[in-house]
């Protein structure tokens, strides 16, 4: 990839001009002027998701800039670097090849070498397992079958497995799913109360296999499984482990065809389609986990192939570019409208922030512009009710993306017609404000119409999709993977590593004997030094 400056280009310089025309302009006056902008900003996905942008603070000069801004970036030669597998992870050394996954169908080599064996081999592996679990073949200590499915993981090892199977919950089977990932005890003392251990399996899912949280909650998921089975041997029946390291695991007493690979060439936030999936193809079996696969292998040939007028993951990213970079606007809403996917939000938040939450640029100099952007939100309508006054009222403008599905899992009387009102009316407020016609007269002529106004002009994308089944969902999630991934690219950053986490988790070591022996003395700053103190007192006259 190549390193540039975003800033020093010539696009760059050309959309700071423009910024300085077109920063007045209203999204009200934009419609106005143009009946056709729906259809020239909007872009249909395989008939099944339409990605409205027209809604956005922009014009055919501003997507024009933006585009030559990619070009200029050499984004076009990054997603051949990306598919191609170069090491374009370069503090860790590594490719990110996580799009070779869902590339079923055509041999993919890296450093010379053929991985789709490997691929085929594990998934099919995933696929024996998974048909065993869920017809009830496989059995527990005391030869009953499985009925509880415990993913212990943190991070992407967690947020992927669990979005997903909430978000495909129509399509699971019978068995119940449970996610432990913080290390706080609540969340698996819970677990444990819903769970018997003769019926439950332990996923433990970690990359590195050394991640403190998954750890800890595995030795206290082996020992409270132990207390029944008194058996190690046991372990087989319920243990399993999906890691890039065999070594730990097998070292934690996991039987070696208990292990499921995976590759360091996968991200960890981008693991959700190799092994690490294996809690969503236990709930929706592995024809719908191959439809999940296929529909992100559709998003990436979208990508690869569409030129950049009409690809859909690199309009957005330069339309989230011309906020962040030009509006100074610094966060992102992500609202998804269908309650399945509640945890969408979430996933992305880890996909974008710690992806592009980095001020350091590919020559290693303090990067001079902005990075990623914040990235939060909800479901819909239950954030209408929370936090829309500030999107809508609010100093602070806050791009967000609007995602339903036309079509529910859940057909009950209008629930559905009413969240779908519910759906289009907020991007129309918030584009057009109280500039509407049919509602002026409501907020002219009232007492205090000066608080009901609304200015609008605020940006939105929508994402119709027809249903959210493991194909669509599988699109969605390749498009903002690729979004991010457009984004890295411009921001000159490098996308795939996460040094950012290592300081905390470092200092936790440290902070942990200072808590476990009062006289292991060590010297911390007052702030910290007081707490810790505290601490001793405390638990002194406990
Ligand atoms: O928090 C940092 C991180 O490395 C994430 O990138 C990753 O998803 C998570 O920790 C879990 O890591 P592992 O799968 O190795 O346990």
């Known amino acids: 990839m190549k390193n540039l400056n975003p800033t020093c280009t010539a ?45 956005n603070l922009i014009d055919n000069t501003t997507l024009r800039l933006l585009i030559n801004l990619a070009k200029e970036m050499h984004v076009p030669e990054a997603i051949l670097d990306l598919f191609n597998g170069e090491k374009i992870n370069k503090t860790e050394n590594r490719a990110v ?42 059995l527990g200590y005391t030869g009953k079958s499985i009925t509880d499915i415990v993913n212990i993981g943190i991070g992407g090892s967690d947020l992927g497995p669990c979005m997903v199977t909430e978000a495909l919950r129509p399509y ?6 449970h996610f432990v990932s913080n290390v706080d005890a609540t969340q698996l003392i819970e677990v444990f109360k819903k769970i018997s251990p003769e019926t439950t399996i332990f996923i433990i899912c970690s990359k590195t296999f050394t991640t403190q949280e998954t750890i800890m909650n595995a030795c206290s998921a082996k020992k409270w499984f132990l207390k029944y089975a008194q058996n190690i041997l046991f372990l087989k029946n319920h243990f ?40 969503i193809m236990l709930s929706i079996g592995c ?98 009710h929370a936090f829309f006054q500030l999107l809508h009222q609010g100093t602070k403008i806050i791009p967000c993306d609007f995602i339903a599905p036309i079509f529910s899992h859940n057909v009950l009387d209008e629930h559905h017609i009413i969240l779908l ?28 119409s000066i608080y009901k106004n609304f200015e609008g002009n605020r940006p939105t994308n929508t994402i119709l999709c027809k249903k959210i089944t493991p194909y669509i969902l599988g699109c969605l999630i390749a498009m903002y993977e690729h979004k991010i991934f457009t984004q890295g690219v411009i921001f000159n950053i490098y996308s795939f590593d996460q040094w950012g986490v290592e300081l905390g988790k470092k200092l936790a070591q440290k902070l942990y004997l200072s808590l476990k022996n009062k006289y292991n003395f060590r010297k911390f700053d007052s702030s910290t030094q007081g707490l810790i103190d505290l601490y001793h007192n405390w638990n002194f006259f406990n």
């Not at 920063?23 to 099944?48: C, G, M, P, Q, W």
């Not at 907020?426 to 007269?441: E, H, V, Y």
């Open 97 to 138: 090849l996580h799009t070779a996954l869902r590339n079923l169908n055509n041999d993919i080599y890296y450093e010379n070498k053929l991985i789709s064996n490997e691929i085929h081999s594990i998934l099919k592996k995933m696929e024996y397992f998974s048909n065993k679990v869920i017809s009830g073949s496989w």
């Open 240 to 279: 399993f482990a999906v890691s890039m390291n065999i070594k730990k695991p097998l070292q934690f007493g996991i039987d070696i065809s208990n292990i499921f690979t995976f590759w360091d060439w996968v991200g960890g936030r981008y693991s959700l389609w190799s092994a690490v999936g294996l809690s």
């Open 421 to 448: 009102s519910n759906f289009f009316a907020q991007t129309q407020a918030l584009a057009f404000g109280s500039n509407l016609n049919f509602f002026k007269k409501d907020y002219v002529n009232s007492k205090y």
């Open 172 to 177: 699971k089977n019978h068995l119940n799913m």
């Open 287 to 384: 024809k719908n986990f191959k439809k999940f696969l296929k529909g992100a292998y559709a998003m990436d040939q979208h990508f690869i192939n569409t030129p950049l007028e009409k690809n859909i993951p690199i309009l957005l990213a330069l339309i989230g570019i011309w906020y962040n970079n030009f509006y100074n606007m610094e966060t992102e809403a992500i609202l998804p409208y269908d309650q399945y996917m509640h945890r969408f939000p979430a996933y992305f938040q880890q996909g974008n922030m710690e992806s592009n939450g980095k001020c350091i640029d590919r020559t290693g100099k303090l990067v001079e512009w902005q990075t990623g952007p914040i990235i939060w939100g909800e479901s819909g309508t239950n954030s209408q």
């Open 11 to 55: 696009s760059w310089k050309k959309l700071n001009k423009h910024f300085e025309t077109f920063k007045t302009a209203h999204l009200y006056k934009l419609f106005n002027d143009d009946v056709n902008r729906f259809k020239k900003f909007s872009i249909l996905f395989e008939n099944k998701i339409l990605v409205d942008f027209s809604k």
